[in-house]
C-alpha cells in the first residue's frame, strides 16, 4: 500500500519541520526524475515511481543519521501502513543488496543492523526499487545531475565509494536506457542543471 501522492507530500513537508535540510529538495528532485523515467516504460506507474521517490528518504524525519535514516524510514512507512514506500526505505542505499557497502556511518544496534540485512534478503529487487536507486544517485539538491559527478560527490564527502556500488548504479543506468530506448539524460526535467 502507498501514500496518495497530496499525502505523501504532506508527509514530506512535516518531516522537513522536524529535520529541515536540503534532503527533502533532493527527495522531490528524485520523485520527479522517477515519474519521468517511468513515463517512458512500458507497464510501469508514474504515480508510484513519484510516491516511493518522494518518500526514499522520509527516514531523516527522525535526525541527522547515516544507516539509521534507512531504519528509520522503513519503520515509519511500516508503522504508517504504507508496505510499498517502508521497502523503497529499505532497499534505496543498497543497490548491490549488501549492507556492508554502505556508503556513511553504521549508526545504528547491531540488532538493526541484522533486521536490515534479513529484510534485503528477503527482498527480490523490482523496477520501483531499481529506479529509486538510480534516481537517488543521479538527483543532488538542486536538481538531476550526471551519475559519475555525483558519486565523485558521496566519494569526495565520505573517502570512498565501493568500486561495485558505483558498477552497479552504471548498469541501472544502462538498464533504464534500454528499458526508455534513450539516454535518461534526455528524460529528466529540462530545468535540472547539465540539461
Keep these: 500500500m502507498l501514500p496518495t ?9 512535516e518531516a522537513e519541520k522536524c529535520n529541515p535540510g536540503p534532503w527533502g529538495n533532493h527527495s522531490r528532485i528524485v520523485a520527479v526524475c522517477a515519474e519521468r523515467i517511468a513515463a517512458c516504460v512500458e507497464g510501469m506507474d508514474t504515480e508510484k515511481a513519484y510516491i516511493v521517490g518522494l518518500m526514499h528518504d522520509i527516514g531523516r524525519k527522525f535526525g541527522v543519521k547515516h544507516l539509521g535514516h534507512v531504519y528509520d524510514g522503513y519503520h515509519y512507512m511500516m508503522d504508517l501502513g504504507y508496505e510499498e514506500a517502508a521497502r523503497v526505505c529499505l532497499t534505496h542505499s543498497f543497490s548491490t543488496g549488501d549492507m556492508k557497502e554502505y556508503i556513511g556511518n553504521f549508526d545504528i544496534t547491531e540488532e538493526q543492523q541484522k533486521e536490515i540485512e534479513e529484510a534485503l534478503a528477503r527482498t527480490v529487487y523490482d523496477d520501483y526499487d531499481r529506479l ?19 558519486m565523485g560527490d558521496v566519494k569526495r564527502r565520505y573517502g570512498r565509494y565501493p568500486q561495485n556500488k558505483w558498477d552497479q548504479n552504471m548498469a ?3 538498464y533504464f536506457d534500454e528499458k526508455t530506448g534513450r539516454d535518461i539524460y534526455e528524460i529528466l526535467p529540462p530545468d535540472t542543471p547539465g540539461n
Design 172 to 174: 541501472l543506468k544502462r
Design 132 to 150: 529509486v536507486q538510480l534516481c537517488d544517485s543521479l538527483s543532488g539538491t538542486y536538481g538531476a545531475v550526471d551519475m559519475e559527478i555525483r
Design 5 to 13: 501522492r497530496e499525502e505523501a507530500e504532506r508527509i514530506l513537508a
